[in-house]
């Protein structure tokens, strides 16, 4: 990046679009090997969605941010939970 991003306040939760951070939807979808459509429809998280978080345009929740934190930390780990839970039929 040719420019550097200010410095992160610890208590803001905003996703800055324009400084990616380790944990926001665009590098977790990356870590994980998936396209931008195919990490929505595997996490259940709408595109529109993710692309409004991914651009600034709206912020996470809690739980989704835990969801994202959880999906950064063991892809695989996630994914089988997701998968469970849709065995269960507990989805949407």
């Not at 400084?19 to 429809?41: N, R, W």
């Amino acid at each position: 990046m040719s420019r550097e991003c200010p410095p992160k306040n610890p208590t803001a939760n905003r996703i800055d679009a324009r400084c990616p951070d380790k944990h926001g939807p665009q590098s977790i979808a990356e870590k994980t090997g998936l396209s931008q459509p195919q990490f929505a429809v595997r996490f259940h998280i709408g595109l529109a969605r993710l692309r409004d978080f991914e651009q600034g345009r709206s912020e996470p929740d809690f739980i989704v941010r835990v969801f994202l934190r959880m999906i950064h930390e063991d892809p695989a780990k996630a994914d089988r939970l997701v998968k469970s839970v849709e065995r269960q039929g507990i989805s949407r």
